[in-house]
């Protein structure tokens, strides 16, 4: 017997936040996926962490139309959608170069104010495992368990999804690469 999707009665609703990232030194926005009937009640949920490819931002996922896809889909699930620059969500083996970063463009992509990609660390693995983990678990119901922990992207983010995935085995249990 395969399992049938119910529609939902109302859609989920998508949030811009921010927090601050001890790995990155700065402010960082995201975007979260709040599943319909979210603010009603007191149910915990599982969480998936969306990486996006370079050049691109935490609003890729709606750029491409892709942020209906857990209504369709009925997915009970808070949704992450990190901003992880161009770093490969990788930690950095030399120093950031903040004020060095402010002058310069970016070199892929969209060139939002350097404010919103420069970071006083480049440390995006920690950011990604720790920090955001650390900051969604004690801001939104989540079921804070590896077992209700996943990791995706796309190009750039399946590869940090993959490589996350692989050394911090004690935070999620399963990622996807697009």
């Known amino acids: 017997m395969t399992a049938k999707l119910l ?13 601050r ?5 700065v402010e960082k926005s995201y975007l979260v996926y709040l599943p319909a009937g979210y603010e009603q009640g007191e149910v915990r949920y599982p969480v998936v962490y969306m990486l996006h490819g370079i050049g691109g931002d935490e609003d ?16 009970p699930a808070i949704i992450i959608m ?5 770093s490969f969500y990788a930690n950095s083996a030399t120093l950031a170069g903040y004020d060095v970063c ?20 480049a440390d995006y693995e920690t950011y990604v495992a720790s920090d955001m983990g650390a900051h969604v678990d004690s801001t939104y119901r989540t079921i804070a368990k590896r077992e209700a922990r996943a990791i995706g992207g796309l ?13 911090h085995k004690d935070t ?3 990622a996807a690469s697009h």
Do not use: Q
């Open 155 to 167: 190009p750039m983010g399946g590869f940090g999804a993959l490589m996350i995935v692989m050394r």
């Open 82 to 86: 990190i901003d992880g620059e161009d």
């Open 102 to 121: 402010l002058k310069v463009p970016r070199p892929f992509g969209h060139t939002p104010s350097p404010e919103t990609y420069c970071v006083r660390s």
């Open 172 to 174: 999620f249990s399963s």
């Open 21 to 25: 990232s001890e790995a990155l030194g």
């Open 7 to 19: 529609p939902l009665a109302e859609a989920g609703e998508v949030k811009t936040a921010s927090f």
């Open 60 to 75: 890729d996922w709606s750029k491409m139309n892709l942020i209906d896809a857990p209504d369709e889909l009925s997915l």
